[in-house]
């Protein structure tokens, strides 16, 4: 076996032992860690690669954590109805080598020490046996597989696979969408070679193998978190054998044999390409967050809230997820489908205004916060396209409640703006429900650029909130791997240390106050009228 592919097996490093001690023993360790930084080496430049639904973005890192260069292309995606939600995997790949050939060509005579990717979750793409699309990528927002995902929960199979998987059910998994294929597309599936991610596609692409990391393959809903191997149950539920998926790799799993046209078309040899993790656990590690006592919170086009754990933990409901990162290190919360794009939906239709820049929606913010917090008690549920934790909802849908003959223009952008952070606060209140206390949030996305909507989350969630100072948490995260994959760094942990942080923003108590009655609200209304959104899909 390669031994860059053992990395995690190999070295003897204290937290990898982590699962047997506590958390305050867990910290007490990372604070002893040694005191190493990258800047004692020779220049190191790292490429983190980020590739999201939206957007592509590729970075080059130098060892200190400076960047050298950045490039980003936004995504295109196919969605024709609220339903249906794809990309097409050749687009999508060539945006990325365009990408990384332009980075690479101006770092060319630099020392280039690795590139490694950050990818989103819960793709899926069917491969024919001469290693062709079937498909397109079924993206996360993709909720056709919502009446094969509700016969899991209602067959009892649904708490049977988060108990083994670590991740509850919902129609972005690919198992649900594999069972959708099977019912609707039996031509495609029974001509399925291989059912694969973007990531999977990418690298097969560039060196002819089909290879997972355990983190996206956690976010599949069919690999069993306890043995990291895929799971029986979740294959027999999907109605595929093991050999139609990829083989799981650590994310510290290193590439280096391109293919010759690859090779040629980079203009490079030998630069490892490290598999990495998700976006979404890497956007813990690029902020920063190592520890139980803090989260990371992420508002891009949708959103998260996450923590870091040093063993699996599950909510005795299926509320949130559990992804494994290293060995002893599992990213735990869970991410809501309504952020930014919400913000758009309502400027676009209700205003006819277009969100085109991050200025654009700081405008919008300042408009909210011409009226008070609670919005004179006008309510928005944002749940546009169904929603992810903590309520695993497909069928729920947005809802303005509480309209009265005062409410103006300002109060629904507020209402709107405070609904999106309700749906974030719900998924904290879970994460923090059988843990430890979080006392810090660290902040990332596109939603740190204003800082009257980082004060609310501040204020709603009576928390600390710092701003994770990186050009892309993601990226950063993917980098921080990316160098103690490569041996570059001799510990993981220490590395997040160096991160900058930017401004820290405190909690107004008379504001928690009344968004906390408004919350409540906010629960009960979902309560009220869960029953009711399946109705609208009949």
């Known amino acids: 076996m390669n031994p860059k592919c053992t990395i995690l097996s190999k070295m ?3 937290f990898f032992v982590l699962h047997k001690v506590s958390l305050p023993v867990f910290n007490a360790i990372k604070a002893r860690q040694l005191n190493f930084t990258l800047t004692q080496l020779p220049m190191s430049i790292i490429i983190g690669a980020d590739i999201g639904t939206s957007n592509i973005k590729v970075i080059a890192f130098k060892n200190d954590k400076e960047v050298l260069l950045s490039e980003t292309a936004s ?3 196919i969605q024709p109805s609220s339903e249906k939600m794809e990309q097409d995997p050749e687009l999508i790949l060539q945006s990325v080598n365009s990408l990384l050939k332009k980075v690479l ?3 060319e005579g630099k020392p280039v020490t690795g590139i490694c990717f950050s990818t989103a979750m819960h793709s899926i793409i069917a491969i024919d046996d001469h290693n062709k699309p079937l498909t397109n990528a079924i993206l996360w927002g993709d909720t056709r597989s919502m009446r094969q995902c509700n016969r899991l929960k209602e067959n009892g199979m649904a708490e049977k696979l988060y108990r083994q998987t670590g991740v509850p059910l919902h129609p972005a998994l690919p198992l649900c969408k594999i069972m959708w294929i099977k019912e609707n597309e039996p031509g495609i599936f029974n001509r399925a070679h291989k059912f694969i991610s973007l990531k999977e596609y990418f690298f097969f692409q560039w060196f002819e193998k089909y290879i997972i990391d355990h983190s996206i393959a956690g976010a599949t809903g069919m690999q069993d978190i306890h043995r990291l191997q895929w799971s029986g149950a979740a294959l027999q539920a999907a109605g595929i054998r093991e050999e139609q998926l990829s083989r799981i790799v650590p994310v510290t799993h290193t590439e280096t044999q391109l293919t010759g046209s690859y090779r040629k078309y980079f203009g490079i040899e030998n630069i490892p390409f490290i598999i990495g993790s998700s976006d979404g656990c890497l956007a813990n590690t690029g902020s920063g967050v190592f520890s139980a006592d803090e989260a990371a919170l992420t508002i891009g086009t949708s959103g998260a809230v996450r923590t870091t754990i040093p063993a699996p933990a599950l909510n005795k409901e299926p509320t949130l997820f559990c992804y494994p990162l290293l060995e002893d290190v599992f990213i735990k919360g869970g991410a809501v489908n309504n952020g930014g794009n919400v913000l758009s939906w309502f400027a676009g239709n209700f205003m006819n205004q277009k969100l ?10 300042d408009q909210a ?7 004179n008690g006008l309510l928005f549920l944002p749940y546009l396209q169904g929603e992810r934790a903590p309520i695993w909802d497909a069928a729920a849908r947005g809802v303005f409640f509480g309209m009265n003959n005062l409410h103006c223009q300002p109060h629904f952008v507020r209402a709107t703006l405070e609904g999106i952070n309700y749906a974030l606060y719900d998924v904290f209140c879970e994460l923090t429900k059988d843990h430890d206390p979080v006392k810090t949030i660290y902040a990332s996305g596109g939603f740190v650029q204003s800082a009257p909507w980082v004060q609310m989350v501040s204020d709603i969630f009576n928390k600390e909130v710092v701003i994770s100072n990186q050009a892309d948490a993601s990226a950063t995260g993917a980098a921080l791997l990316g160098w103690y994959a490569t041996g570059a760094s001799k510990s993981f942990i220490p590395l997040s240390s160096s991160l900058n942080k930017g401004k820290t923003f405190y909690p107004n108590k008379e504001k928690h106050t ?4 408004q ?7 979902y309560l009220a009228l869960e029953k009711e959104f399946p109705r609208l899909h009949q």
């Open 514 to 517: 009344t968004y906390m009655r």
């Open 369 to 375: 916060h011409t009226v008070d917090a609670g919005a």
């Open 519 to 525: 919350f409540a609200i906010f629960r009960s209304l």
């Open 12 to 14: 003897k490093i204290a």
């Open 105 to 107: 060509s101006q770092l």
């Open 356 to 365: 085109s820049s991050e200025s654009d929606y700081a405008l919008l913010v």
């Open 75 to 77: 995504c295109t995606t």
